[in-house]
Nanobody, 117 residues
């Protein structure tokens, strides 16, 4: 069973930066991958994702502040978060969608990001 391990969350002051990492325990064929977040009392929302074609999509609330990147060996992805705002406070989850039939999604355990002065 593939496991995704996240790291890099924590407490940061407004305007600060954090870098999240997500590493898969095995190498497998990936169709897409990305990050979601969920704040208390709110629905999970897409933060950033990359498709099989390499196109990166960002949620409107993080465009221009967050940057998604990845390494292929092993399956690793990052989320560089700059100019953080209190409204970015949430649990951040990474996912990787396996290129299988049917496709299967693996999820990380979540990492807390708190932006507060």
């Amino acid at each position: 069973q593939v496991q995704l391990v996240e790291s890099g969350g924590g407490l940061v002051v407004p305007g600060g930066s954090l870098r999240l990492s997500c590493v898969a325990s095995e190498i497998f064929s990936i169709y897409s991958m990305g990050w979601y977040r969920q704040a208390p009392g709110k629905q999970r929302e897409l933060v950033a994702s990359i498709s099989s074609s390499g196109t990166i999509h960002y949620g409107d609330s993080v465009k221009g502040r967050f940057t998604f990147s990845r390494d292929n060996a092993p399956n690793t992805m990052y989320l560089q978060m700059n100019s953080l705002k209190p409204e970015d406070t949430a649990v951040y989850y990474c996912y990787m969608r396996e290129a299988s039939d049917p496709p299967y999604d693996y999820w990380g355990q979540g990492t807390q990001v708190t932006v507060s002065s």
